[in-house]
T-cell receptor, first 114, second 114 residues
């Protein structure tokens, strides 16, 4: 089985722009979670989607949004980028929703905001 | 709010020794606790999951313990090898509203010296 695929691998944007990141989960996995990883804050939960519905959301401003398609692929969008949004954005999939199922992570999208 | 602490940011040990990493948590009693390994520039990789009613779990050279009284999990790597050098993350399921999410500690960077 192919693993979780995230595109693009690297992105450089300027303040005020918006960005869309893409995630293709493992085939058959219906849950997709997004995390932001920075050296200072570690892995921070953004949101989880299951069957095209957002099931849970972390403590991030409304500039961060996402969606999931019928094939379980997911996108996340960050609008009005700020310098502090520079981070590694990780997507993870699992067969089931919730914290009792191991997560399968992609290798992330490295976003740099200048 | 939930707080997770991993014993130290960095741990150096000699090849062949047992590495012991600590994960402490407060303000919550998780039903599950997971451990992940992360290499530079890559997403975390799932290693082990332990349930609250399990005291210990083993997988090859890895062992995890879960003490719900002490609110602590210990992660052991026996007969450590330089290839075990990586950052190790503990994660626990956390109920936010009606949903569960996986919350990560900041990680311990392990270096196994030859």
């Amino acid at each position: 089985k192919a693993g979780v695929t995230q595109t693009p691998r690297y992105l450089i944007k300027t303040r005020g722009q918006q960005v869309t990141l893409s995630c293709s989960p493992i085939s058959g996995h219906r849950s997709v979670s997004w995390y932001q990883q920075t050296p200072g804050q570690g892995l921070q939960f953004l949101f989880e989607y299951f069957s095209e519905t957002q099931r849970n959301k972390g403590n991030f401003p409304g500039r961060f949004s996402g969606r999931q398609f019928s094939n379980s692929r997911s996108e996340m969008n960050v609008s009005t980028l700020e310098l502090g949004d520079s981070a590694l954005y990780l997507c993870a999939s699992s067969p089931r929703q919730g914290g009792n199922s191991p997560l399968h992570f992609g290798n992330g999208t490295r976003l740099t905001v200048t | 709010s939930q707080k997770i602490e991993q014993n130290s940011e960095a741990l150096n040990i000699q090849e062949g020794k047992t590495a012991t990493l600590t994960c402490n948590y407060t303000n919550y009693s998780p039903a599950y606790l997971q451990w992940y390994r992360q290499d530079p520039g890559r997403g975390p990789v799932f290693l082990l999951l332990i349930r609250e009613n399990e005291k210990e779990k083993r997988k090859e050279r890895l062992k995890v313990t879960f003490d719900t009284t002490l609110k602590q999990s210990l992660f052991h790597i026996t007969a450590s090898q330089p290839a075990d050098s990586a950052t190790y993350l503990c994660a626990l399921d956390y109920i936010s509203g009606s949903a569960r999410q996986l919350t990560f500690g900041s990680g311990t960077q392990l270096t196994v010296l030859p």
